[in-house]
């Protein structure tokens, strides 16, 4: 660390010495009555959705919260890859995709609402680069026809939502999924769940063309990247796993066991400003949900204490534009960030996902196990 560094983490080691630190009961609300309020707006957005549909749309739609198949049915790959279950985008009026939208912003914050909406988007970003790439094959490439069928993936009508229970209950919950995309939201007892989570990207920065310059997931790695270059030599001993990443230990759909090993750094032998940044970085996460959902987590967070919260690196240091992986982990949070290989050769698309290995699916409140099947 430079002089300047030095003096910053003297000056928060000082201020962290004097002010008390208040613990939190693990999945308690800062604010019972805000959180009430908050159920209420998405009891009466999702049941506003439900009633624009069809009896046969709601047949579609409508599931069981114990339905462990359809709760977990979710992915970041494309459909022909893994088949969504639920009502498609595609198949709503314009009055329903209204509805539609104002049930997800009823439960995200603005900024985790804009996240999820680009996304939603962005496919219509990468049909047409696909398409562009496919018109310029020549017609005897034997893989024309087939990548002129995959191309119907990328598709911002090709998402999905699937309603668990009935909103007006106690315990109920919703699903959006589609490409590079899956927003589980669960209400028990007026509490109110977010995870699992997942958010991607290909291109994560649009390189060409009208829309060159639009970045999505950047601020994630941007916090990530901040923490890592804070460390010490002697922390980043502790933090970087490897110098290659293991794709294979991302808590994607299937894999909700990877939590099991504690890798990385403890928050415990991070210095004050280093804590501020690991902040940061999970609240970048923690506040793609509703403020009430968010204090609930972290709450959660601040309950199992610093000495179970770790922050872990793969791959280069240097290279922020390379290939890397980073994670955050702990008994109520698991954040996992992949910059994965795109189409020019590059690091170009992103995979990100929120899990609470206690509590996915507010499994622990619905005292239920909800299984998802790996894939590949």
Known sequence: MNAFTQSVVYAFAVIAAVVPVTQARAHDSVDHA????????????????LDTLTDQQRETVMSALDDNAARTRWSNLPVSMAPRSGLAVADM???????????MSSALSSQGYLKSATIMWH?????????????????????????????DNYDTEKFFVTIFGSPEGADWGWLVTGHHFA???????????????????????VQEGRYAGWQLLQHEADKALALLGSLSEDQLQQAVVSAEVDGSIFAGPGNQES?????????????????????ALLDEYLAD????????????????????????WWGPIDEPKGRYMFRVQGPSVLIDYVREGSGDGEFNHVHSIIRDPSNDYGADWLQRHYDEAHQE
């Open 259 to 279: 939590h099991k090993t504690a890798l990385g750094i403890k928050a415990s032998d991070l210095v004050p400003v280093q804590r501020r940044l690991l902040d």
């Open 34 to 49: 805000l959180e009430a309020l908050r159920v209420e707006s998405m009891q009466e957005a999702t049941s506003a959705f």
């Open 93 to 103: 009026s314009s009055r329903q995709r209204r509805a539609l939208h104002a049930m």
């Open 289 to 312: 949900a509703s403020d009430e959902a968010a204090a609930r987590q972290r709450a959660a967070i601040e309950a199992d204490g610093p000495e179970s919260l770790r922050f872990a």
């Open 123 to 151: 496919e219509d970003v990468l049909r047409d680069m696909f398409d562009a790439m496919v018109a310029a094959m020549p017609d005897s490439n034997p893989r024309k026809n087939q990548a002129l069928a995959f191309a």
């Open 183 to 205: 927003a589980n939201f669960t209400v028990s007892g007026g509490k109110v769940a977010f995870t699992p989570m997942f958010l991607g990207a290909s291109p994560q920065v």
